[in-house]
């Protein structure tokens, strides 16, 4: 069991440039969750997957799109970096029900 | 916004030593969990606390609810090197189904050999 995995592990870009973070889970896990970890701060949600097939805004969704692909999958999407968008991404996955988050070991993105 | 303080912001202590570390919170909560994050790596879940409890044990680590004060701490006995790591704990709202975590800002422990 790999459990969450995340790629890339780093990336740079230009203002204005466009990438996706994957983030995929093999625990049969229903829902899904990304989140961003600015220094000194805790993680903030931007985007969660409640199940197969639905997606919702977090805290702070500006700048980004998801894409629930199947149950393993979940990826996140920015059109156009900024700057701001400078952080470290997490994935997180959750059986459902209100239990306990598993993370994937993050992305550094820069944003230059 | 951040659901949650922790209290320190920053903690420094010997091996053998306790670490003791606290969580405020500002709605009310279906469960508090705490999770540790080693430098440059991902979150890692320790313990969950449902908010019907008071206190939880796991192995060294020993966390407490007090739901009237909207508060929790997170005592690590008998810390060892590898504890080395930040702390932090985070909400899910009794108002929320989807498991939704608002995390706190951290707690930062060093233990020394």
């Known amino acids: 069991n790999a459990g969450v995995t995340q790629t890339p592990k780093f990336q740079v870009l230009k203002t204005g440039q466009s990438m996706t973070l994957q983030c995929a889970q093999d625990?049969?896990?229903?829902?899904m969750y990304w989140y961003r970890q600015d220094p000194g701060m805790g993680l903030r949600l931007i985007y969660y997957?409640?199940?197969?097939?639905?997606?919702d805004k977090g805290e702070v969704p500006n700048g980004y799109n998801v894409s629930r692909l199947n149950k393993r999958e979940f990826s996140l999407r920015l059109e156009s970096a900024a700057p701001s968008q400078t952080s470290v991404y997490f994935c997180?996955?959750?059986?459902?029900?209100?239990?306990?988050?598993?993370f994937g070991p993050g992305t550094r993105l820069t944003v230059t | 916004s951040q659901q949650g303080e922790e209290d320190p912001q920053a903690l420094s202590i010997q091996e053998g030593e306790n670490a003791t570390m606290n969580c405020s919170y500002k709605?009310?909560?279906?469960?508090l969990q705490w999770y540790r994050q080693n430098s440059g790596r991902g979150l890692v879940h320790l313990i969950l606390?449902?908010?019907?409890?008071r206190e939880k044990h796991s192995g060294r680590l020993r966390v407490t609810l007090d739901t009237s004060k909207k508060s929790s701490s997170l005592l690590i006995t008998a810390s060892r090197a590898a504890d080395t790591a930040s702390y932090f704990c985070?909400?899910?709202?009794?108002?929320?189904?989807?498991?939704?975590?608002?995390f706190g800002a951290g707690t930062q422990v060093v233990v020394t050999p």
């Open positions: 709605t009310s909560i279906n469960n």
């Open positions: 985070a909400t899910v709202a009794t108002t929320d189904s989807w498991g939704k975590l608002q």
């Open positions: 997180a996955s959750m059986r459902g029900g209100l239990y306990e988050q598993y």
């Open positions: 997957s409640a199940s197969e097939g639905t997606t």
């Open positions: 625990m049969n896990h229903n829902s």
């Open positions: 606390i449902r908010s019907n409890e």
